[in-house]
């Protein structure tokens, strides 16, 4: 039975330690995210939640500041202007299994603690990623690093057929190297045992390996803001998207700062905000103050000090005009 659906064992949990007890990520410990084909992502361990980025925030004005602002609202300051160390007080770790160039494309996020399965150590298993039909796709025109439009059905599946053909021999040469039977011991005595550190080298790309993946908050934010992207790759996205239902439930108020601010937000350059401020001006657009913030608060903006500053950017635009 999961924690989910056990609510006394989370009670039970709850009154038994003296940290405080995550019931959002408590619910996704060891429950397993199926991603790809043989791949899943899921939850080991945790620290803090929402409240513990308020605690380290506030703490730089002492005690007694809690009645200044709420949770949510402190929260969403402190993201919406880049205050990112309080959000470092979470951490989370993940077991993930992925194959192996999703795994070189993720480590490029350098501020996790990582420790991989060790094919020096063990024998790899006989796992490799073969891609559905509908994701293969012809090298993007527009996108040196992308697909484009997808082949069709027929010759997807060839493609498939010939990523297995390549996988199944690599692997049965790998298994010829090792020479091992799974104990340690030849399999065929007339045969030497090649180091499984050198005999992994023939094994493609696509095959899995899986890690312990331990961080922060503000650096898993960073890590889904440009995973759960529709640039980013496929395969990797879908493991983002995984951690993202997990990190939705550990830190709720922190989520939806980050999905507002970060993963749906658009971010202009000066040029473009030039090219902006020109276009506005020809067209002479211009809104009241009461006009935008009437309209702020139907779009979500109900924090007081998040609809202020919304006036205020729309003011350096120059759409803002005196009352009508």
């Given amino acids: 039975m999961t924690t989910e659906n ?6 039970l949990q709850a009154e038994l330690s003296k940290r405080p007890v995550n019931f959002g990520a408590e619910k996704w410990l060891g429950e397993v995210i199926p991603v790809l084909d043989h ?3 899921y939850l080991v361990d945790y620290m803090g939640n929402d409240e513990a980025i308020e605690q380290a925030a506030r703490v730089s004005y002492g005690s007694g500041t809690r009645k200044a602002s709420e949770t949510r609202g402190l ?8 205050h990112t160390t309080p959000f470092e007080m979470v951490e989370l770790k993940f077991h993930a299994k992925m194959p192996i160039f999703v795994a070189r494309q993720w480590v490029r996020h350098r501020t996790a603690s990582i420790n991989e399965y060790s094919g020096r150590y063990s024998i790899l298993d006989n796992e490799f990623y073969v891609p559905e039909p509908e994701v293969i796709a012809l090298q993007s025109t527009s996108n040196r690093q992308g697909r484009g439009e997808t082949v069709p059905n027929e010759y997807a599946e060839k493609v498939r057929q010939l990523i297995i053909a390549d996988a199944l021999t690599a692997y049965d040469h790998y298994g010829q190297m090792l020479n091992d039977d799974g104990t340690g011991k030849s399999r065929n005595p007339d045969q030497p045992m090649i180091a499984r550190e050198l005999a992994r080298m023939g094994l493609s790309l696509n095959f899995y390996t899986q890690w312990y993946w331990k961080c922060d908050l503000h650096n898993i934010f960073h890590f889904l803001g440009l995973r759960m992207d529709p640039h980013a790759q496929l395969e990797i ?9 997990i990190v939705k439930d550990v ?3 922190a989520w939806e700062a980050f999905k507002d601010y970060e993963l749906y937000s658009i971010r202009l350059s000066r040029l473009e905000k ?3 401020l020109g276009l506005l001006g020809q067209k002479g657009i211009l809104f009241t103050e009461r006009e935008v913030l009437s309209y702020a608060e139907n779009v979500g903006l109900v924090n007081k000090r998040e609809r202020q500053e919304a006036l205020d950017k729309l003011r350096k635009l120059g759409v803002v005009g005196s009352e009508k």
């Fill in 237 to 245: 996205r879908k493991y983002a998207e995984a951690m993202g239902r």
């Fill in 6 to 11: 056990n609510p006394g064992r989370l009670n």
């Fill in 39 to 41: 791949g899943f992502v």
């Fill in 251 to 253: 830190v709720p108020i």
């Fill in 274 to 276: 030039e090219l902006l």
């Fill in 75 to 82: 929260i969403r300051y402190l993201l919406r202007h880049r």
